[in-house]
């Protein structure tokens, strides 16, 4: 069975500072990952993806992550966090199901950003 | 595109009533998805549709829940009777075949006294 750990449930940093979310996955083939973004009282929002091919992907809002098989990680990492990056993050790792992903969560990490 | 709809956005109602949560998808997908969202469990699938037809119920927790999909415009998750522990945030994803990515609606913020 597929599973995600986000090791951190809480972080905080200084706005203008660089940020690393850490992913850990568990899955028996090459997997679909993904980065959702929960802001309060509102849905997911897709922030990057990675399918295959380059294993380092770039996403929206100036978001990036790497895809790295040897440690079963895909971290996500911004180099200077503004105030409105504040959120849940979450990470997802996909398993075929037919022609779509059926995804498993991590338990998020919690974004604070103090000016 | 409107994204995804979902109504109500909250929901407050007694233990042992019935209560129906409401999905449109967007347009053309064909994949639907409703997840629960809890401090204690994180975001949980509970089912998933394709073309109208579940396929994977694996993740409801009881026969208290149903979900339906008449068409391809609409679902409901349906919960009867509610209990307080299924006060929580109720999710609906639908997504295209082929594109595997799921796009998410606000949901329904169901709190059951």
């Known amino acids: 069975a597929q599973s995600v750990t986000q090791p951190d449930i809480h972080i905080t940093v200084s706005e203008g500072a660089s940020l690393e979310l850490r992913c850990n996955y568990s899955?028996?083939?090459?997997?679909?990952l993904f980065w959702y973004v929960q802001s309060p009282g509102q849905g997911l929002q897709l922030l990057l993806k990675y399918f295959s091919g380059d294993t380092l992907v770039q996403g929206i809002k100036g978001f990036e992550a790497e895809f790295k098989r040897s440690q079963s990680s895909f971290n996500l990492r911004k180099p200077s966090v503004h105030w409105s990056d504040a959120a849940e993050y979450f990470c997802?790792?996909?398993?075929?199901?037919?022609?779509?992903?059926?995804?498993?969560f991590g338990t998020g990490t919690r974004l604070q950003v103090t000016l | 595109d409107a994204g995804v709809i979902q109504s109500p956005r909250h929901e407050v109602t007694e233990m042992g009533q019935e209560v129906t949560l409401r999905c449109k998808p967007i347009s053309g997908h064909d994949y639907l998805f409703w997840y629960r969202q809890t401090m204690m469990r994180g975001l949980e699938l509970l089912i998933y549709f394709n073309n109208n037809v579940p396929i994977d119920d694996s993740g409801m927790p009881e026969d208290r829940f149903s979900a339906k999909m008449p068409n391809a415009s609409f679902s409901t998750l349906k919960i009867q009777p509610s209990e307080p522990r299924d006060s929580a945030v109720y999710f609906c994803?639908?997504?295209?075949?082929?594109?595997?990515?799921?796009?998410f609606g606000a949901g329904t913020r169901l709190s059951v006294l």
């Open positions: 994803a639908s997504s295209l075949s082929g594109i595997n990515i799921q796009y």
């Open positions: 899955y028996g083939a090459t997997p679909y």
């Open positions: 997802a790792v996909g398993a075929r199901a037919g022609t779509a992903s059926k995804l498993t």
